[in-house]
């Protein structure tokens, strides 16, 4: 199994506190990855980076802030939880390496419930 | 924006019946992946497609992709209970950017003896 740990795995918040989950790899890969699972939608992309310091925002990033400090490490924030928020969050990350360009591999997930 | 398309949505089969997914999508892309969710865990890479008649099989699981049609099927032989899961296929939203993934919503299998 690939690397990678999030932290906490479950968490309940109330509406308005921020809140940050953590992904930590040690495969030294290159891309990590933000996603939020929620039923009927599949898996959605919040953000992304694709090295230290450089970050992207995916197709559900309001709300959302990341930042990526070093390698392994890439935060995900919530400055202010919304109910809308609550979803299971998923980390993975990648590396656009042949021969199976950007495989992405998951962490277990963060159960964040708000409200 | 590319749209990816799976059907069906949920599938309930009998053990030892043949299947197949399909998944669809929207723009042009020359490579495409399946995963695997078990209820409540997470994902797990199935098999990477990565050209035009692209054909990978692991068990009673094969997958194959035609880029010219923009589809990929995953193709289940003799079903037995320990393929029920969630699969979900993923494309590249562009062919040239393949540093993001978009997931299609998943389909749920049952396999009942």
């Known amino acids: 199994d690939a690397g990678i740990t999030q932290s906490p795995r479950h968490k309940v918040t109330e509406t308005g506190t921020p809140v940050t989950l953590r992904c930590h790899q040690t495969?030294?890969?290159?891309?990590m990855y933000w996603y939020r699972q929620d039923p009927g939608h599949g898996l959605r992309l919040i953000h992304y980076?694709?090295?230290?310091?450089?970050?992207d925002k995916g197709e559900v990033s309001d709300g959302y802030s990341v930042s990526r400090s070093k390698t392994e490490d890439f935060l995900l924030t919530l400055e202010s939880a919304t109910s809308s928020q609550t979803s299971v969050y998923f980390c993975a990350i990648s590396d656009l390496t042949v021969p199976s360009y950007n495989e992405q591999f998951f962490g277990p997930g963060t159960r964040l419930t708000v409200l | 924006e590319l749209k990816v398309e799976q059907n069906p949505l949920f599938l309930s089969m009998q053990e030892g019946k043949n299947y197949t997914i399909y998944c669809n999508y929207s723009?042009?892309?020359?490579?495409l992946y399946w995963y695997r969710q078990d209820p409540g865990k997470s994902l797990e890479s199935l098999f990477v497609l990565l050209s035009n008649g692209a054909v990978k099989q692991e068990g009673r699981l094969m997958a194959s992709l035609d880029t010219k049609a923009r589809l990929s099927t995953l193709h289940i032989t003799a079903a037995v209970h320990d393929l029920s899961a969630t699969y979900f296929c993923?494309?590249?939203?562009?062919?040239?950017?393949?540093?993001?993934?978009?997931f299609g919503t998943g389909t749920r299998l049952q396999v009942f003896p």
């Open positions: 993923a494309v590249p939203p562009r062919s040239y950017n393949t540093d993001k993934l978009i």
């Open positions: 723009t042009t892309s020359d490579r």
């Open positions: 495969e030294n890969h290159r891309y």
């Open positions: 980076s694709y090295g230290v310091k450089d970050t």
